[in-house]
């Protein structure tokens, strides 16, 4: 995921939306668990010979018990 | 004349219709009646059709009258989810977006149902677009729980999950895409399968690509009995599963003794489970054991990579979905679920195939994990919580805690179902899951059968609802 800073997501979300100050502060706090799920997903992608491990994976909600960050999901039910 | 029919359950509903106890106008009308007491309060339907429910009944009396074949649903009221197309009926998604929306034809599961001979007696109430969090600012205010109607119904198939509990239809239709139809079920004290992707085709809806069409029903017969009616394969939909449809009712008893369950303690100690939940779940397992069940703890691994892979696929979907309308209609949007539909435009192509990768490889896992010890399925409670408000807590629903054991078999396909097991202290109820393995739709509901007619929960109904 590219948009690291808050910075670059008002930016960005300027040229999609008609969104105000509000919003992106929203929009900002939810992200970062998009950003944390994105980079956990990329941590969990082998090298071009090697599969996912998923019994490696953590055996927790929050993600942990494993070497990859905590996992975020975001969203609706 | 038989007093309150609302009040039977869907399989004795259809079954007085066939033997001409009873008309499929008498059964509308006494769920209108309900409505017409109840949804004021709760506001579990966006769109009432007593027109239409009427005119639908009375020509099934007629067929019948003329002796003509029913279909096997005949006389049935079912109400659904407003992100359902139905034609000639308003489908607002709940949206000011979508406030006159008609659409001129059915979604495929729905002309299912009409085939089948089910009555769509209104549109339920979500989550705008089924998204986000239910909002007052939302074009219909969230729905409330009969069962404590201070409480709101936990989404986003709330409406769905109320009506059926309130019998103001016989069963409703949801849609699940991290828990939406499993979670209010488990909140209403009702049952529901999230079926096997592809077996309910999604055909002619706005979804996205792992979320399923799933019956909320007060019986685990009448979820076979609609679940049913809704399988079948649908040339149009290129995820359509291609098999015959199973004989789910007619095959429903079956003699459960010895089969294998496992329990994934670990993990599910390590969710925030609310006391209530412990205490329920804890039930529910003494009751699987009673009935010649045997329990095996196992160790899963890989549940919350998963629940975090299926919703950056679900935010990615969302919207792409919705990219071009943010940008020319955002005022129209719920000020809630405009933002949460925004998240997705910040993943890229390579977050998204990444996410998808590592749902296939959970998905193989847990598919060895079943095969490998034997196993008909994992039980798990359906939701930490034992409350909609509870549930969505800062943090906890930012981080998809509610959805903890649901979402991971979105992603992956496996059918799970939601029982009713319990109660908390706020009066609302508790459910417990099983998930089985692709296209073990069927043992599922055999074990939710005999789990059924060993215990009671499906003969309660909330107070003021009988």
């Known amino acids: ?77 | 004349m038989i007093g309150s029919p609302h009040l039977l359950t869907l399989s004795q509903q259809i079954r007085l219709l066939r033997e001409g106890e009873i008309t499929a106008v008498e059964l509308v009308q006494a769920h209108l009646d309900v409505i017409i007491g109840l949804n004021p309060r709760l506001n579990s339907f966006i769109t009432v059709d007593s027109e239409g429910a009427l005119k639908q009944a009375r020509a099934i009396d007629t067929a019948r009258a003329n002796g003509e074949r029913l279909g096997p649903l005949a006389g049935a009221t079912v109400g659904v989810k407003d992100s359902i197309p139905t034609a000639g009926l308003k489908t607002t998604d709940n949206s000011r977006l979508l406030e006159n929306w008609i659409p001129d034809e059915d979604a495929a599961t729905v002309a299912r149902l009409r085939k089948a001979g089910a009555i769509v007696i209104g549109k339920t109430n979500l989550n705008e677009f089924g998204w986000s969090r239910p909002s007052e600012a939302d074009l219909m205010p969230p729905p409330w729980n009969p069962w404590n109607p201070d409480r709101m119904s936990v989404g986003s198939s709330s409406g769905s999950g109320a009506v059926t509990t309130a019998r103001m239809a016989a069963a409703t239709i949801g849609t699940d895409g991290g828990g939406s139809a499993l979670l209010p079920s488990g909140a209403h004290n009702l049952f529901s399968i999230k079926p096997t992707h592809g077996l309910v085709s999604r055909l002619g809806m706005d979804h996205n690509s792992h979320s399923e069409i799933s019956p909320l029903c007060r019986t685990a017969l009448d979820t076979a009995i609609m679940l049913e009616s809704m399988v079948g394969y649908e040339p149009g939909d290129d995820m359509s599963w291609p098999g015959d449809v199973p004989e789910y009712a007619a095959n429903i008893e079956e003699d459960i003794r010895g089969w294998r369950i496992g329990i994934p303690r670990d993990f599910i100690a390590s969710a925030p489970n609310e006391s209530e939940v412990v205490d329920v779940f804890d039930s529910f397992l003494k009751t699987l054991e009673s009935l010649g069940c045997e329990l095996v703890d196992i160790d899963l691994r890989g549940m919350a990579e998963a629940r975090a892979a299926n919703f950056l696929v679900l935010n990615s979907e969302a919207y792409q979905r919705h990219q071009k309308s943010l940008r020319s209609s955002w005022n129209a949007y719920g000020p809630i679920t405009r933002v949460y539909l925004l998240q997705g435009a910040f993943l890229s192509a390579n977050d998204l195939l990444n996410a998808g990768e590592v749902g296939r490889a959970f998905k193989n896992y847990f598919s060895h994990i079943l095969s490998d010890q034997s196993l008909k399925a994992i039980a798990t409670p359906t939701s930490p919580f034992a409350t909609a408000e509870r549930s969505r807590r800062p943090g906890e629903h930012s981080r998809g805690i509610n959805a903890c054991y649901t979402a991971p078999f979105n992603i992956t396909g496996h059918p799970s179902i939601s029982l009713p097991a319990g109660f908390g202290d706020a009066g609302i109820p508790v459910g417990a899951m099983l998930t089985g393995d692709l296209h073990t739709d069927q043992s599922l509901l055999q074990l939710a059968h005999t789990y059924d007619e060993t215990t009671d929960w499906s003969t309660l109904s909330p107070p003021n609802c009988s």
């Not at chain 1, 992200?31 to 953590?58: C, H």
């Not at chain 1, 018990?65 to 609706?76: A, I, L, R, Y």
């Open chain 1, 1 to 77: 995921m590219e948009y690291r800073n808050n910075e670059q997501v008002a930016a960005r979300a300027a040229q999609l939306a008609s969104v105000s100050s509000d919003d992106i502060e929203q929009l900002n706090d939810l992200l970062v668990g998009v950003r944390t799920a994105a980079d956990l997903m990329e941590s969990l992608i082998r090298e071009f010979d090697g599969e996912i491990d998923v019994s490696k994976m953590s055996g927790t909600v929050d993600g942990t018990g494993s070497s990859s960050p905590n996992p975020v999901g975001e969203g609706s039910n």
